[in-house]
């Protein structure tokens, strides 16, 4: 069945470094949109970013994603951390089986900024 | 203002006994989901609705109920609740096809 991958469980960084959270994937559809959702402490996760289209580059609040069918995978980035961006970081895909509009998670990458 | 909003945000359950997690939406969206987040488990899908009246089987829907009796209200029950269902629960609203789904502020229960 469908699955999604995210390796790491945590990721700490000093402020300043470059961000990548892997994500990768499993599915049958061609038309899968994946996403990234982040989930800080006290609030509601909330999206991210999302794609369905093949090698095009998403942009939201400094973080960038490219989906890359070829590969199954939907990496997050930014270029520099900020202390702001200490939060969960779920990637997700669309259940395209029935059309239900449920999403299968991964387990989530904790990231932790450093002064 | 919130669109999706649960209550209680916190609750405290004896085993055996039963809990009720609410859910109100103003998105109005047709399809409503019941999420419990573990760490090392992620988000895992419960139970879901496709609208009034409609209530589908998650992944991990044993042990709970959902009842969806109107366009905005989809709450999830344990009718005996035991100590492996203390998590952080969520719910949220969305349309289907790839939509983006809104999540609401969680609800921790802790099963004792």
């Known amino acids: 069945g469908d699955s999604v991958t995210q390796k790491e469980g945590l990721v700490t960084l000093t402020e300043g470094l470059p961000v990548m959270l892997n994500c990768t994937y499993q599915?049958?559809?061609?038309?899968?949109?994946l996403f990234w959702y982040v989930h800080y402490l006290n609030e509601s996760p909330r999206l991210l970013l999302k794609?369905?289209?093949?090698?095009k580059r998403t942009e939201h609040q400094g973080f960038h994603a490219t989906l890359h069918k070829s590969s199954s995978s939907f990496h997050l980035q930014k270029s520099s951390a900020q202390l702001s961006d200490s939060a969960l970081y779920y990637c997700?895909?669309?259940?395209?089986?029935?059309?239900?509009?449920?999403?299968?998670f991964g387990l989530g990458t904790t990231l932790q900024v450093q002064p | 203002e919130a669109a999706v909003t649960q209550s209680p945000r916190n609750k405290v359950a004896v085993t055996g006994g039963k809990v009720t997690l609410s859910c109100n939406q103003t998105n109005n969206h047709n399809n409503m989901y019941w999420y419990r987040q573990d760490t090392g488990h992620g988000l895992r899908l419960i139970h879901y609705?496709?609208?009034?009246?409609?209530?589908e089987k998650g992944d991990i829907p044993d042990g709970y109920k959902a009842s969806r009796p109107s366009q905005e209200n989809f709450s999830l029950i344990l009718e005996l609740a035991t100590p492996s269902q203390t998590s952080v629960y969520f719910c949220a609203s969305g349309d289907a096809g790839g939509n983006t789904l809104y999540f609401g502020a969680g609800t921790r229960l802790s099963v004792l």
């Open positions: 794609s369905s289209t093949d090698n």
């Open positions: 599915t049958i559809y061609s038309n899968a949109f």
């Open positions: 997700a895909l669309s259940d395209q089986a029935g059309n239900t509009g449920k999403l299968i």
């Open positions: 609705s496709y609208g009034a009246g409609s209530t």
